[in-house]
């Protein structure tokens, strides 16, 4: 999870048929799968999110093919950022994020 915007570019340009310019968010998790990175395309440059836990793991989406990069639904990447599988219990916790101003 070190590499940054212009890495995680290069990845999707070179290993995908996608347009990484089209406005389309990329996710990228560790192998630990307590880190995620998001990548979008936003009006003139990229935008990049990063999320660490503290405590328990991103749940990794089933895919059907062997393919490195596959698409997903809005509501399957809803689930993948708010849906936390914790090792000690193996339930699932439900992080709400909170706005302060």
């Known amino acids: 999870m070190r590499k940054g915007i212009h890495s995680l570019y290069a990845i999707i340009k070179t290993r995908s048929k996608f347009n990484a310019l089209g406005g389309d968010a990329y996710i990228f998790i560790s192998a630990s799968r307590k880190s995620v990175k998001v990548i979008r395309w936003h009006n003139e ?6 999320k660490k836990l503290e405590l328990g793991l991103y749940t990794l989406p089933r895919q059907n093919s062997d393919s490195l990069f596959f698409e997903m639904e809005d509501k399957s990447f809803e689930h993948l950022i708010c849906s936390i599988k914790h090792r000690s219990i193996g339930g699932e916790l439900r992080r709400n994020t909170l706005l302060t101003i």
Do not use: T
Not at 45 to 50: E, I, N, P, R, S
């Open 45 to 50: 440059g990229f935008v990049l999110y990063h």
